[in-house]
């Protein structure tokens, strides 16, 4: 503990200046906890706080320390608001949250003020003053709301309270120790510099012969050392049984008097509770910035190293993009006028051919003196086209091939080599043809030297204008194509410029924001370290710590205090419940055998003897599988040792190693005491340890070993987003998995002396499947195997389905809670699973044991308790559960001394036997009674038969051929088809509720991911938190989707079961009609299987809801602005295709399972129909037609029968 050496150097100037400083900044939450510690350093009151693990007993605890009564004390949660008490004039203050106080003067109920505690309400606080107290004057003790409750707002009111504190005791519960939740908070404490002394209350749970004190202690020790809290001292305690060697309870109540007198000046510490809210101030600024930035839109403004340069970069890119169409421009038209200017078009062989092409085209030419017409037509015609065809040559030569090569050239350069327009420039070309030549030529000009100049001068000119008209043209075409292919990347560039310049102007409003934070710091390091509040500030903090709270009159309390919830007591029954008239099995056993031997040696009874015989060795060889379920430390191993009579399982020390437990009947194989462990292979350890690390990004195709030695290379088994129970199994495979590599997938006999060590040293249990124990003992000798299942709270996934497998097919189940702990999340979603199938199964199969039941002070507390957790139970879908309260330790205790057991444990042991040996076996026995009627009637009709003549038998014969036929016609029109509707409908409408529930489930779910105290940091570090909440709430909500298909799963089996009977009871009243005297056995229950169902939202990931994730704005608009509720109306809207898609799937395969399976069953009825049919005809026949047997044997046969079934009256029917 640390030592102050001189007095504190607060003062009111201090208190004044950083009251202000808070006001001004809008941060009233600090500012009204600052007047609590101004308040507190005035009067110079020390203040010491109890917390901890709800229902550990701190109310008690403070109770007995003060030596008074005055705080609630319940198994279930009780304080909900912080209870602060201190001696003076008896009285007791209630703050109310609007402001107001009220004060009740003695005599006051101290009742109405425990009622106040234990409900929230619109109270704030509430302060007791006791008169006669041990208390010293100036100190005060706090209680406060237990931080693990399920209700978040519990842990916000404690921690609200610890900028009071200068010393805290922390109250654990004695099988709560290595809760997450505690050392979390226990964390926050130390980061605070608040002195802890720990306390482990309820150490009178601890079972000496399951593990040894000392032992018990170096573990939390460990545990402490694990999670780097050092606390001031560690205490064990227990207020129940104060004699116990261990219990240091007068060192506490020695200790709480040491540092509230002499020790007082050493703990009273007021700079660190300023110094708590100065970081807290700190805290809020920072919200507010980052809210700011958020509303702004400046989280997001990180410009980079090389911003500026890119900014640089960008602005010269879109320039020049911008220059490129006129410097192609520039370029093309350059080209093409150069070509033109230096293209000689008409050399002087040229011009000599274009004057004989224009002496052709005179009037008066002809050949000759007497040239004929033909020929002068035909030389006219030779000259025109070896003009044209030589000019062609040069325009193809001197222009066309230099402008086709200069333009690819060019657009080469510039990146056009666009096909279409690569085959324009490559086919640019002038048509000229001898009309053309001819337009040109002047009407009337004489053919002479300067003319035939002039004249190719033309020529020339209009050669190069309609190549000039042709490059224009082209130039559209290139100029479009160059543009379209400048465009997208001169968007993207001024699209990027337009972010950069936003960017730029983020970046400084960023730094003028990050400049105002800042100094708003500095601001407030100046004021603590040089106050100098104004006398009106100083007179402002005055008034606000008086007028904080303001009287109210007695008739408002008295309408505010909520009125207590009378909760009924409840009589235990008696041991023995009701039973129905039945006998016991032996008896019916007995008779089914002395059936046999009545029906043996009558013709044609062979299959009814085999129907009773089938009977009987189910009934006589039965076994039954009962799982035990619970939350780790529930005490479900010692429960199981309570059942049996001895200690036989060892008890887990640690949530991550819980394995598969099953306690055998002992078998030719096994023997007594013979324990197998069945280890794991590297696939399944594998995919355990993958399951863990899921979120990580882990390389594919790894083998174990690789894995291991990748997991020890990054770390993952120390990584801060890895759940503690995460981080032990993965510490213990790592550690372990060298002794055990060479074992993994082998079975290992061990006895039982020895399964210890297997069982409870971690780096040996982190890589057992299962272990099966054959032990001897009462309950196996009955064919009850007991199933020890992992904690609801187990880490390993794989847990989930075996889980539902038990909760299918198991006989009982058996689900344990701990007296005074209420259901956590594990609990929870459990008790969920188990309130969807329940109505599912034919006989309600579950027992609810509320263990440790000892720990109760009194039969009323007791039945308090019971009606809270029936209430809970309610509300999680289970109606009417059977609810037991016992106390393994007490019991067991019991039958080791061989004294008689409690009578809850009688009366639980009672309706289990009841249950196990009388409603299980009642479908079989009432089955076994149905055959015997069956035999008597046949019996019957076997002596009618005797006594009819050759007449009557042909009759019957004839008779019995026809009903034969009938009975296998009704058989063939029982149509599968004519029930697969009724089985589709009933699925489709199944899965439409399961969205529905999902709609309404996705609240609760998001409030336990998303909360106070799971996002607490402010820019990218509450973006990781929302990635990571977002994360669990995909789990979650995937884990449930999952569990809803199976639960749908169950209930379709259970209508499917239902159906057959249908089916089966509509056969027997229609073949009543045909004959009678033709029964059928009753229906067997079909064994269905139930499709594999992977869990929901799998591949999905924090990527696909950025922009949800988005409209996060600092926690203070989150939570008290109500911020959370938009977003999960968003992220429920963006996650509910996911959900469909996934209910649309796993639809199609229920469907096709579910329907092949009902044909088969449908099938396997006609075969069984067909059987039973033929065997039917065969009797009758044989009764005809064998020797017959003599009818005075044959009577007393008959009435032996019958007088055996007259004691099963009424069950065969």
């Given at each position: 503990?640390?030592?102050?050496?001189?007095?504190?150097?607060?003062?009111?100037?201090?208190?004044?200046?950083?009251?202000?400083?808070?006001?001004?900044?809008?941060?009233?939450?600090?500012?009204?906890?600052?007047?609590?510690?101004?308040?507190?350093?005035?009067?110079?009151?020390?203040?010491?706080?109890?917390a901890g693990h709800f229902s550990a007993g701190k109310s008690s605890m403070i109770d007995y320390l003060l030596g008074t009564s005055v705080l609630p004390k319940s198994p279930i949660p009780t304080s909900a608001n912080v209870v602060m008490i201190q001696s003076g004039h008896a009285g007791a203050h209630l703050y109310f949250d609007d402001g107001t106080i009220y004060t009740y003067e003695e005599p006051y109920n101290m009742e109405d003020i425990k009622e106040h505690a234990r409900t929230k309400g619109n109270v704030n606080k509430i302060g007791i003053h006791l008169q006669e107290s041990t208390l010293p004057e100036g100190c005060t003790v706090i209680d406060t709301p237990g931080i693990d409750a399920a209700d978040d707002a519990d842990r916000l009111i404690t921690e609200s309270s610890l900028h009071l504190l200068d010393v805290l005791f922390y109250v654990m519960d004695y099988n709560h120790v290595q809760s997450e939740v505690n050392l979390q908070f226990l964390t926050k404490v130390q980061d605070y510099g608040i002195p802890v002394f720990i306390i482990i209350n309820q150490i009178d749970k601890h079972n000496a012969k399951e593990l040894a004190f000392e032992e018990f202690t170096k573990k939390i020790k460990q545990t402490f050392d694990q999670w780097k809290l050092s606390p001031e001292a560690i205490y064990y305690s227990s207020l129940t049984e104060q004699d116990l060697q261990e219990n240091e309870i007068s060192a506490i109540k020695s200790k709480l008097v040491s540092l509230m007198t002499t020790e007082k000046q050493e703990?009273?510490?007021?700079?660190?509770?300023?110094?708590?809210?100065?970081?807290?101030?700190?805290?809020?600024?920072?919200?507010?910035?980052?809210?700011?930035?958020?509303?702004?839109?400046?989280?997001?403004?990180?410009?980079?190293?090389?911003?500026?340069?890119?900014?640089?970069?960008?602005?010269?890119?879109?320039?020049?993009?911008?220059?490129?169409?006129?410097?192609?421009?520039?370029?093309?038209?350059?080209?093409?006028?150069?070509?033109?200017?230096?293209?000689?078009?008409?050399?002087?062989?040229?011009?000599?051919?274009?004057?004989?092409?224009?002496?052709?085209?005179?009037?008066?030419?002809?050949?000759?003196?007497?040239?004929?017409?033909?020929?002068?037509?035909?030389?006219?015609?030779?000259?025109?086209?070896?003009?044209?065809?030589?000019?062609?040559?040069?325009?193809?030569?001197?222009?066309?091939?230099?402008?086709?090569?200069?333009?690819?050239?060019?657009?080469?350069?510039?990146?056009?080599?666009?096909?279409?327009?690569?085959?324009?420039?490559?086919?640019?070309?002038?048509?000229?043809?001898?009309?053309?030549?001819?337009?040109?030529?002047?009407?009337?000009?004489?053919?002479?030297?300067?003319?035939?100049?002039?004249?190719?001068?033309?020529?020339?000119?209009?050669?190069?204008?309609?190549?000039?008209?042709?490059?224009?043209?082209?130039?559209?075409?290139?100029?479009?194509?160059?543009?379209?292919?400048?465009?997208?990347?001169?968007?993207?560039?001024?699209?990027?410029?337009?972010?950069?310049?936003?960017?730029?102007?983020?970046?400084?409003?960023?730094?003028?924001?990050?400049?105002?934070?800042?100094?708003?710091?500095?601001?407030?390091?100046?004021?603590?370290?040089?106050?100098?509040?104004?006398?009106?500030?100083?007179?402002?903090?005055?008034?606000?710590?008086?007028?904080?709270?303001?009287?109210?009159?007695?008739?408002?309390?008295?309408?505010?205090?909520?009125?207590?919830?009378?909760?009924?007591?409840?009589?235990?029954?008696?041991?023995?419940?009701?039973?129905?008239?039945?006998?016991?099995?032996?008896?019916?056993?007995?008779?089914?055998?002395?059936?046999?031997?009545?029906?043996?040696?009558?013709?044609?009874?062979?299959?009814?003897?085999?129907?009773?015989?089938?009977?009987?060795?189910?009934?006589?060889?039965?076994?039954?599988?009962?799982?035990?379920?619970?939350?780790?430390?529930?005490?479900?191993?010692?429960?199981?040792?309570?059942?049996?009579?001895?200690?036989?399982?060892?008890?887990?020390?640690?949530?991550?190693?819980?394995?598969?437990?099953?306690?055998?009947?002992?078998?030719?194989?096994?023997?007594?005491?013979?324990?197998?462990?069945?280890?794991?292979?590297?696939?399944?350890?594998?995919?355990?340890?993958?399951?863990?690390?899921?979120?990580?990004?882990?390389?594919?195709?790894?083998?174990?070993?690789?894995?291991?030695?990748?997991?020890?290379?990054?770390?993952?088994?120390?990584?801060?987003?890895?759940?503690?129970?995460?981080?032990?199994?993965?510490?213990?495979?790592?550690?372990?998995?060298?002794?055990?590599?060479?074992?993994?997938?082998?079975?290992?006999?061990?006895?039982?002396?020895?399964?210890?060590?297997?069982?409870?040293?971690?780096?040996?249990?982190?890589?057992?499947?299962?272990?099966?124990?054959?032990?001897?003992?009462?309950?196996?000798?009955?064919?009850?195997?007991?199933?020890?299942?992992?904690?609801?709270?187990?880490?390993?996934?794989?847990?989930?389905?075996?889980?539902?497998?038990?909760?299918?097919?198991?006989?009982?189940?058996?689900?344990?809670?701990?007296?005074?702990?209420?259901?956590?999340?594990?609990?929870?979603?459990?008790?969920?699973?188990?309130?969807?199938?329940?109505?599912?199964?034919?006989?309600?199969?579950?027992?609810?044991?509320?263990?440790?039941?000892?720990?109760?002070?009194?039969?009323?507390?007791?039945?308090?308790?019971?009606?809270?957790?029936?209430?809970?139970?309610?509300?999680?879908?289970?109606?009417?559960?059977?609810?037991?309260?016992?106390?393994?330790?007490?019991?067991?205790?019991?039958?080791?001394?061989?004294?008689?057991?409690?009578?809850?444990?009688?009366?639980?042991?009672?309706?289990?036997?009841?249950?196990?040996?009388?409603?299980?076996?009642?479908?079989?026995?009432?089955?076994?009674?149905?055959?015997?009627?069956?035999?008597?009637?046949?019996?019957?009709?076997?002596?009618?038969?005797?006594?009819?003549?050759?007449?009557?038998?042909?009759?019957?014969?004839?008779?019995?051929?026809?009903?034969?036929?009938?009975?296998?016609?009704?058989?063939?029109?029982?149509?599968?088809?004519?029930?697969?509707?009724?089985?589709?409908?009933?699925?489709?409408?199944?899965?439409?509720?399961?969205?529905?529930?999902?709609?309404?489930?996705?609240?609760?779910?998001?409030?336990?991911?998303?909360?106070?105290?799971?996002?607490?940091?402010?820019?990218?570090?509450?973006?990781?938190?929302?990635?990571?909440?977002?994360?669990?709430?995909?789990?979650?909500?995937?884990?449930?989707?999952?569990?809803?298909?199976?639960?749908?799963?169950?209930?379709?089996?259970?209508?499917?079961?239902?159906?057959?009977?249908?089916?089966?009871?509509?056969?027997?009243?229609?073949?009543?009609?045909?004959?009678?005297?033709?029964?059928?056995?009753?229906?067997?229950?079909?064994?269905?299987?139930?499709?594999?169902?992977?869990?929901?939202?799998?591949?999905?990931?924090?990527?696909?809801?950025?922009?949800?994730?988005?409209?996060?704005?600092?926690?203070?608009?989150?939570?008290?602005?109500?911020?959370?509720?938009?977003?999960?109306?968003?992220?429920?809207?963006?996650?509910?295709?996911?959900?469909?898609?996934?209910?649309?799937?796993?639809?199609?395969?229920?469907?096709?399972?579910?329907?092949?399976?009902?044909?088969?069953?449908?099938?396997?009825?006609?075969?069984?129909?067909?059987?039973?049919?033929?065997?039917?005809?065969?009797?009758?026949?044989?009764?005809?037609?064998?020797?017959?047997?003599?009818?005075?044997?044959?009577?007393?046969?008959?009435?032996?029968?019958?007088?055996?079934?007259?004691?099963?009256?009424?069950?065969?029917?």
């Amino acid at each position: 503990m640390r030592t102050k050496t001189e007095k504190s150097r607060i003062t009111e100037q201090h208190f004044a200046a950083f009251y202000q400083l808070m006001m001004d900044h809008g941060d009233t939450n600090n500012a009204d906890k600052l007047l609590e510690v101004y308040e507190k350093w005035g009067s110079s009151r020390l203040m010491i706080g109890f917390a901890g693990h709800f229902s550990a007993g701190k109310s008690s605890m403070i109770d007995y320390l003060l030596g008074t009564s005055v705080l609630p004390k319940s198994p279930i949660p009780t304080s909900a608001n912080v209870v602060m008490i201190q001696s003076g004039h008896a009285g007791a203050h209630l703050y109310f949250d609007d402001g107001t106080i009220y004060t009740y003067e003695e005599p006051y109920n101290m009742e109405d003020i425990k009622e106040h505690a234990r409900t929230k309400g619109n109270v704030n606080k509430i302060g007791i003053h006791l008169q006669e107290s041990t208390l010293p004057e100036g100190c005060t003790v706090i209680d406060t709301p237990g931080i693990d409750a399920a209700d978040d707002a519990d842990r916000l009111i404690t921690e609200s309270s610890l900028h009071l504190l200068d010393v805290l005791f922390y109250v654990m519960d004695y099988n709560h120790v290595q809760s997450e939740v505690n050392l979390q908070f226990l964390t926050k404490v130390q980061d605070y510099g608040i002195p802890v002394f720990i306390i482990i209350n309820q150490i009178d749970k601890h079972n000496a012969k399951e593990l040894a004190f000392e032992e018990f202690t170096k573990k939390i020790k460990q545990t402490f050392d694990q999670w780097k809290l050092s606390p001031e001292a560690i205490y064990y305690s227990s207020l129940t049984e104060q004699d116990l060697q261990e219990n240091e309870i007068s060192a506490i109540k020695s200790k709480l008097v040491s540092l509230m007198t002499t020790e007082k000046q050493e703990v009273y510490d007021i700079e660190r509770s300023v110094g708590q809210l100065k970081e807290e101030h700190k805290e809020y600024l920072q919200v507010m910035h980052e809210h700011e930035l958020t509303s702004r839109g400046l989280q997001e403004t990180e410009a980079g190293e090389n911003f500026s340069e890119r900014m640089e970069y960008v602005n010269k890119a879109i320039s020049e993009l911008r220059a490129v169409p006129q410097q192609v421009e520039e370029a093309f038209m350059h080209e093409l006028n150069t070509t033109l200017k230096n293209a000689y078009l008409m050399p002087a062989e040229l011009r000599e051919k274009a004057r004989l092409f224009l002496e052709a085209q005179q009037k008066d030419f002809k050949i000759g003196l007497f040239g004929s017409k033909k020929k002068t037509e035909a030389e006219r015609t030779k000259r025109s086209e070896d003009f044209l065809e030589t000019l062609q040559k040069n325009m193809e030569t001197s222009i066309r091939w230099k402008l086709r090569d200069k333009w690819t050239e060019l657009l080469t350069h510039y990146q056009l080599q666009d096909p279409l327009l690569m085959e324009k420039v490559q086919n640019i070309a002038v048509s000229y043809d001898i009309g053309m030549l001819c337009d040109l030529i002047k009407p009337g000009a004489k053919i002479t030297g300067d003319y035939v100049l002039v004249y190719t001068g033309d020529v020339t000119t209009d050669v190069k204008q309609k190549f000039k008209q042709k490059a224009l043209q082209l130039w559209e075409l290139i100029d479009s194509k160059l543009k379209e292919n400048l465009n997208q990347e001169l968007v993207a560039y001024e699209a990027e410029w337009q972010k950069l310049e936003q960017t730029h102007q983020k970046q400084e409003a960023l730094e003028m924001l990050e400049h105002h934070l800042s100094e708003s710091c500095n601001e407030l390091e100046c004021v603590l370290n040089n106050p100098q509040p104004s006398a009106e500030s100083l007179a402002k903090m005055n008034r606000a710590l008086k007028t904080q709270y303001k009287e109210i009159d007695k008739q408002d309390v008295i309408n505010a205090v909520p009125k207590p919830v009378d909760r009924p007591t409840k009589d235990i029954p008696d041991s023995q419940p009701k039973k129905k008239d039945t006998l016991p099995i032996d008896r019916l056993l007995d008779q089914l055998n002395e059936a046999m031997d009545i029906l043996s040696g009558l013709p044609g009874f062979q299959t009814l003897i085999q129907d009773l015989s089938q009977k009987h060795e189910r009934l006589r060889n039965r076994t039954y599988t009962v799982a035990l379920f619970g939350a780790f430390s529930a005490g479900k191993s010692s429960f199981a040792n309570a059942l049996m009579g001895e200690y036989v399982l060892p008890s887990s020390p640690n949530p991550t190693t819980a394995v598969i437990n099953r306690i055998n009947p002992v078998n030719e194989t096994n023997g007594h005491g013979t324990a197998v462990v069945t280890l794991k292979d590297k696939d399944v350890l594998k995919d355990d340890i993958v399951n863990l690390i899921r979120h990580f990004d882990v390389p594919d195709a790894m083998s174990l070993d690789e894995l291991l030695r990748w997991i020890r290379k990054q770390h993952l088994h120390m990584h801060e987003d890895l759940a503690k129970t995460s981080k032990d199994f993965l510490h213990a495979v790592l550690e372990g998995y060298e002794e055990m590599c060479d074992s993994l997938a082998q079975e290992i006999a061990v006895p039982i002396d020895a399964l210890k060590d297997y069982v409870t040293n971690e780096q040996k249990a982190s890589f057992i499947a299962s272990v099966d124990l054959y032990y001897d003992c009462p309950i196996t000798r009955q064919g009850i195997t007991l199933v020890d299942t992992p904690g609801a709270d187990s880490v390993n996934a794989r847990h989930t389905s075996v889980a539902f497998d038990y909760i299918k097919y198991a006989d009982a189940i058996f689900y344990i809670t701990y007296y005074n702990h209420a259901f956590a999340k594990a609990d929870r979603d459990f008790l969920l699973q188990l309130g969807r199938v329940k109505e599912s199964f034919q006989k309600d199969k579950m027992f609810f044991v509320m263990n440790a039941s000892d720990l109760a002070t009194d039969q009323t507390e007791l039945d308090f308790v019971r009606g809270y957790i029936e209430e809970q139970l309610v509300t999680y879908g289970i109606r009417f559960p059977k609810l037991y309260a016992v106390s393994s330790k007490q019991s067991l205790d019991e039958k080791i001394n061989g004294t008689p057991l409690n009578k809850e444990m009688a009366v639980f042991e009672a309706a289990f036997d009841h249950f196990i040996h009388e409603e299980l076996t009642a479908i079989t026995k009432h089955s076994a009674v149905r055959d015997m009627h069956r035999a008597t009637e046949e019996v019957r009709h076997y002596m009618d038969a005797l006594q009819w003549n050759e007449e009557e038998k042909e009759q019957f014969h004839a008779s019995l051929k026809l009903k034969e036929t009938s009975l296998k016609q009704l058989a063939d029109e029982l149509h599968a088809a004519s029930y697969t509707q009724k089985i589709s409908q009933k699925l489709e409408k199944q899965l439409y509720y399961v969205l529905e529930r999902l709609s309404i489930r996705f609240h609760d779910l998001f409030k336990e991911t998303f909360n106070p105290a799971t996002i607490t940091d402010t820019g990218k570090g509450a973006m990781e938190q929302l990635e990571h909440c977002l994360q669990n709430l995909l789990n979650d909500t995937g884990y449930e989707l999952m569990q809803e298909l199976r639960a749908v799963s169950l209930r379709m089996e259970s209508f499917i079961a239902d159906i057959k009977q249908e089916v089966h009871h509509y056969y027997v009243r229609q073949s009543n009609d045909i004959d009678s005297a033709f029964m059928l056995p009753d229906a067997e229950a079909p064994e269905l299987e139930t499709p594999a169902y992977e869990q929901a939202f799998e591949n999905l990931g924090a990527q696909t809801f950025q922009r949800e994730l988005k409209l996060f704005k600092g926690t203070k608009a989150f939570f008290a602005k109500n911020e959370k509720e938009v977003m999960k109306e968003a992220l429920y809207d963006r996650l509910y295709p996911y959900a469909r898609q996934y209910i649309d799937d796993y639809h199609q395969l229920m469907q096709e399972t579910y329907i092949n399976q009902w044909n088969i069953i449908m099938q396997e009825m006609k075969q069984m129909i067909y059987h039973h049919v033929d065997g039917y005809r065969d009797r009758q026949i044989a009764m005809l037609t064998e020797q017959p047997v003599d009818i005075d044997v044959l009577s007393e046969k008959y009435h032996t029968l019958e007088t055996m079934l007259a004691t099963y009256e009424g069950l065969e029917s």
